[in-house]
């Protein structure tokens, strides 16, 4: 029952980890060759460097991926999982587009907080603390549904299935 849920976080490490090899040596170049953000950046200037950076190309990823003809990014190709609508069928752009959003949350409620309100006490601590509560309400969520789905895919009408072989079928 847990097993889907092993192997939905493991789609999502390997993702993670393919997105940090490819957009952090492209930041470092952009950062030697425009010097932005600069040694004495903001917090906030941070921030606006690792959305465009980052979390920019990372929304595109997931939402495209997830609504392309295989339903699933390269994490979830590998492991052997697809997104497919809870009534059956593919994931349109615009269910996709909503289950990144809320997917991404925690993730983006971790960089606000850590970076543009770097120095501003207590907001900082108070979005750090939401940021990890949600991080545990999703995988507590998804444990309940024995990893078919979790927080993004009750809003966006999805699941998280194993792909079926053609021998199978």
Same mark, same amino acid.
């Given at each position: ?15 993670? +980890? ?72 593919? +994931? ?48 507590? +969520? ?28």
């Amino acid at each position: 029952m847990l097993r889907l849920l092993i192997r939905r976080a493991g789609a999502y490490v390997v993702d993670i +980890v393919l997105l940090f090899a490819v957009l952090f040596p492209i930041g470092q170049l952009l950062r030697f060759v425009i010097g932005w953000p600069s040694a004495s950046a903001t917090g906030l200037e941070i921030w606006l460097v690792s959305a465009l950076n980052f979390s920019l190309p990372t929304w595109i990823y997931f939402a495209l991926s997830d609504s392309s003809a295989h339903g699933a990014t390269a994490g979830k190709r590998w492991i052997g999982l697809r997104v497919s609508r809870v009534a059956g069928g593919s +994931v349109g752009k615009a269910r996709a587009l909503a289950r990144t959003a809320v997917k991404l949350l925690p993730w983006e409620t971790t960089h606000l907080s850590a970076f543009a309100l770097l120095g501003v006490e207590p907001w900082q601590f108070i979005g750090l603390t939401i940021a990890n509560g949600l991080i545990v309400f999703y995988i507590l +969520v998804a444990a309940c549904t024995g990893g078919r789905r979790s927080v993004h895919d009750f809003v966006a009408a999805t699941e998280v299935c194993p792909v079926r072989s053609e021998s199978e079928s």
